[in-house]
Structures are given as structure tokens and as C-alpha cells.
């Protein structure tokens, strides 16, 4: 019975993992159109008159999830790196 070499699961780990990151990095772009939509539609109805409060608050939950996909984003290179250390080391 054949066994897989090592590298093989440390390649399928990766792939996954940066599969990962490029649904994050989409995900990112498209909460930031969504994020900007919102802020031209709240400018658009407080030129026209007082906006409803859902109108008000719509940009919020696109900010927040900016925000986290935004701070993976942003550890991602130093989590490698981290990592990439830990390997040399071990």
C-alpha cells in the first residue's frame, strides 16, 4: 500500500488556505461596494429630507464585517511569517 508523501498534505493545506483568503479578499471588495452604495444612498435621502432610521444605520453592518475581513487581511502576512518561523525553528 502506497502512503502520500508528507509535502503532499502540507500542499493541500495551502491551497486550502489561500483558497481561503481569496473568498476573504472578494468578500472584501463586495462589502466595500455594498458599504459605498449605502453611504450615496444615505446622502441621497437626507438631500430629499429626514431619512428613516433604517436608512441611517444601513452602511453599519457592511462596516463591521469591512472591519473584520479588513484586520484578517491586514494579520495575514504577519501570521505567516510567524509560522513561517516556527517551521525554521522546529
Do not use: C, D
Request: proline fraction near 9%; aromatic fraction near 16%; glycine fraction near 4%.
Amino acid at each position: 500500500m502506497a502512503t502520500r508523501p508528507p509535502r503532499f498534505t502540507v500542499f493541500v493545506e495551502k491551497e486550502i488556505q489561500l483558497n481561503w483568503s481569496a473568498w476573504i479578499r472578494q468578500g472584501h471588495r463586495w462589502l466595500s461596494l455594498a458599504f459605498t452604495l449605502t453611504v450615496i444612498a444615505n446622502f441621497v435621502a437626507m438631500a430629499v429630507g429626514e431619512p428613516p432610521a433604517w436608512v441611517v444605520y444601513a452602511p453599519l453592518p457592511p462596516l463591521f464585517l469591512l472591519l473584520f475581513s479588513g484586520l484578517y487581511m491586514f494579520v495575514l502576512p504577519y501570521a505567516a511569517r510567524h509560522s513561517r518561523r516556527q517551521a525554521e525553528g522546529a
